[in-house]
T-cell receptor
Framework: GQQLNQSPQSMFIQEGEDVSMNCTSS?????WLWYKQDPGEGPVLLIA?????ELTSNGRLTAQFGITRKDSFLNISASIPSDVGIYFC?????????????FGKGTKLSVKP | NAGVTQTPKFQVLKTGQSMTLQCAQD?????MYWYRQDPGMGLRLIYY???????DKGEVPNGYNVSRLNKREFSLRLESAAPSQTSVYFC??????????FGSGTRLTVV
């Protein structure tokens, strides 16, 4: 089945640093999504990307839909303690016969205050 | 707006016991999903329901059953719990196009 390779698995950064994580796949997706999961909560949608090459920002977050439609990256600028959590990429194809959203295994972000 | 509500939040079962995890959404979404989350494994789809009256297996359906009771509710049943089913379970719903809305999870331990 379709799989997403998300990296890095975890990272520790100093407050104020920029963060970058990415997701790659051997399959093409119509949409890329980035979610954040706070401890003890369910994932919450951060950014959705709908078109190859699209670059979208949401505050300090910037994400891009790769031109090949097989990858995406998420950048967080000037990290703060509340950025701690697990970030998931997800690929979505419409019209498939199975539950369409495929998740990466997550990047666990820890910030040193 | 409550979004997606899951009950219970925590549960401990003995091996062989049965239980049903409840999920309800108030966003009039057609599709609903059950995922399990295990350390280092991300979110894996157990079952989903594309619309009221239909259910389909996901990636890891063994040991589970589901019921789409109506448009709002989608339950997950463990008939005979096993330690391998110790996990965090998430229900999600989707109205199509903008990704999924997740509940806050049920933390299940099977001893």
């Amino acid at each position: 089945g379709q799989q997403l390779n998300q990296s890095p698995q975890s990272m520790f950064i100093q407050e104020g640093e920029d963060v970058s994580m990415n997701c790659t796949s051997s399959s093409i997706f119509n949409t890329w999504l980035w979610y954040k999961q706070d401890p003890g909560e369910g994932p919450v949608l951060l950014i959705a990307l709908y078109k190859a090459g699209e670059l979208t920002s949401n505050g300090r977050l910037t994400a891009q839909f790769g031109i090949t439609r097989k990858d995406s990256f998420l950048n967080i600028s000037a990290s703060i303690p509340s950025d701690v959590g697990i970030y998931f990429c997800a690929g979505l194809n419409y019209g498939g016969s199975q539950g369409n959203l495929i998740f990466g295994k997550g990047t666990k972000l820890s910030v040193k205050p | 707006n409550a979004g997606v509500t899951q009950t219970p939040k925590f549960q401990v079962l003995k091996t062989g016991q049965s239980m049903t995890l409840q999920c309800a959404q108030d966003m009039n979404h057609n599709s609903m999903y059950w995922y399990r989350q295990d350390p280092g494994m991300g979110l894996r789809l157990i079952y989903y329901s594309a619309s009221e009256g239909t259910t389909d297996k996901g990636e890891v359906p063994n040991g589970y059953n589901v019921s789409r009771l109506n448009k709002r509710e989608f339950s997950l049943r463990l008939e005979s719990a096993a330690p391998s089913q110790t996990s965090v379970y998430f229900c999600a719903s989707s109205g199509g196009g903008l990704g999924y809305t997740f509940g806050s999870g049920t933390r299940l331990t099977v001893v």
